[in-house]
């Protein structure tokens, strides 16, 4: 009986790395190119900021566009040429705001994440979410991001810079709240 008690009060690991993995192996068993959106405010994101549209950047993570690329628990990393200039990447997988594919969308969005800007008070929080405070993880607004539609077409050498073509602001691709 101990065990059982004492399995009920275990804190398991975030499902987050796990089902971007299986969306990704999903994706490149369906001939498609899987794209990640991530955060950039997130704290530890080192990534190329030319490419940010609306503190978002969309990257092509297919086998032909990345080169070394590790999708850890904690981290995701790969080195890629961004303008034809070979780039390393890294940020935590907490700031990954979806992986879909580019051909048709289709994929797995996360909650958007709330956490403090530099400079920015911290919230109040409410008692469920204290205990993802004292992992030191950032509470989960628990609203879902989805796609407006679909982004526009990337070469193998990563994202390009917006064209104007697209329905969002910057021509690319749109993430919209969904309640």
Known sequence: ?????QSET???????????RAIYEWILDNDMTPHLVVDVR?????APREFVEDE??????????????????????FNARFGGVARDVY????AVLGIFTRENGQGMVF???AYPLPGEPEPEL???????????KPRSLGRPLGIQSPPEPRGPQGPKAPSGKGKGKGGGPTLKVVK
Do not use: W
Request: glycine fraction near 4%.
């Open 1 to 5: 009986m101990d065990a059982t008690v």
């Open 10 to 20: 275990h804190t398991m690991t975030s499902t987050k790395p796990y089902l971007i």
């Open 111 to 113: 909650p958007e994440l």
């Open 56 to 77: 978002r950047l969309v990257l092509n993570l297919s086998p032909s566009a990345v080169r070394a690329l590790v999708l850890g628990n904690e981290q995701i990393e």
């Open 126 to 136: 409410d008692p469920a979410a204290r205990v993802e405070e004292k992992r030191g």
């Open 42 to 46: 997130y704290p530890g994101v080192q």
């Open 91 to 94: 940020f935590p997988v907490e």
